[in-house]
């Protein structure tokens, strides 16, 4: 059983960043390609970006392209999400998600494990 827990989230301004974790508590996470989804009100939970198992290749979604940046370090068992030049169309609880496969996916139903999600809320 993989557990994810998220942290970083909270409340910023536009134009502000934050950096998102998600440890992951199993002793393989070589093997785990990560991903981090996000769930605003009355919206469908969508792909923000994704990483390979050694983490030599991401995936981003084009809505935050240029603006966040995944990144994975296995001897640490932590994913991140490093989010700039934020918008309020960021606000949303971002989830932490890992498949057991060395491939980067943006695919929902590709991920078997889910974090509980931290909340991110940008104000004008």
């Known amino acids: 059983q993989v557990q994810l827990v998220e942290s970083g989230g909270g409340l910023v301004q536009t134009g502000g960043s934050l950096r998102l974790s998600c440890a992951a508590s199993v002793r393989t996470f070589s093997t785990y390609a990560m991903g981090w989804f996000r769930q605003a009100p009355g919206k469908e939970r969508e792909f923000v970006a994704g990483?390979?198992?050694?983490?030599?290749?991401?995936v981003v979604a084009d809505s935050v392209k240029g603006r966040f940046a995944i990144s994975k370090d296995n001897a640490k068992n932590t994913v991140w999400l490093q989010m700039n030049s934020l918008i309020p169309d960021d606000t949303a609880v971002y989830y932490c998600?890992?498949?057991?496969?060395?491939?980067?996916?943006?695919?929902?139903?590709?991920?078997?494990?889910w974090g509980q999600g931290t909340q991110v809320t940008v104000s004008s």
């Open positions: 990483i390979s198992s050694s983490g030599a290749h991401t």
């Open positions: 998600a890992g498949r057991f496969s060395p491939f980067a996916s943006s695919v929902f139903d590709e991920f078997h494990y």
